[in-house]
C-alpha cells in the first residue's frame, strides 16, 4: 500500500506565502518522481511543478520565479513553497507521486486527496 499525505493549505491575502507539504509511505522500491498539480473551480487539474529525484525540476509558466518545489535528498516528501500570491493561484492543490512499487515494475500514479489553498483578501 502506497499512502500520499498533503498538508499546509488555507486561507491568504494576495501577495502572501504558503508551504505545501506531501509525505509518500508504504511499502515500495522507490518514488521516481514527484510532482504538484491544482485544480481550480470550474477548470480542469493541471501541472504546477515536477521534480526528479531532488535536482530536476520542471515549472508551469504562471507561478515561474514565484513557486519553487524542493525534495530534500530525494527522499519521499516534497514541499511546495509559494509566494506572490494571487487569487488566480486558489485551487485545490494535489500531490502526485511516480512510484515503482517493485524494482522492475512500471511507473504508476499515486495521488494525494488534496489540500485547499485560497487566496483572498
Not at 63 to 87: A, C, D, E, H
Request: charged share 20%; hydrophobic share 35%.
Amino acid at each position: 500500500q502506497v499512502q500520499v499525505v498533503e498538508s499546509g493549505g488555507g486561507l491568504v491575502q494576495p501577495g502572501g506565502s504558503l508551504r505545501l507539504s506531501c509525505d509518500v509511505s508504504g511499502t515500495f522500491f522507490t518514488a521516481w518522481d514527484m510532482a504538484w498539480y491544482r485544480q481550480a473551480p470550474g477548470k480542469q487539474r493541471e501541472l504546477v511543478a515536477f521534480i526528479e529525484t531532488d535536482v530536476i525540476t520542471n515549472y508551469t509558466n504562471a507561478v515561474k520565479g514565484r513557486f519553487t518545489i524542493s525534495r530534500p535528498g530525494g527522499g519521499n516528501t516534497v514541499y511546495l513553497q509559494m509566494t506572490s500570491l494571487r487569487p488566480d493561484d486558489t485551487a485545490v492543490y494535489y500531490c502526485n507521486a511516480g512510484i515503482l512499487v517493485r524494482e522492475l515494475d512500471p511507473r504508476r500514479d499515486f495521488w494525494g486527496q488534496g489540500t485547499q489553498g485560497t487566496v483572498s483578501s
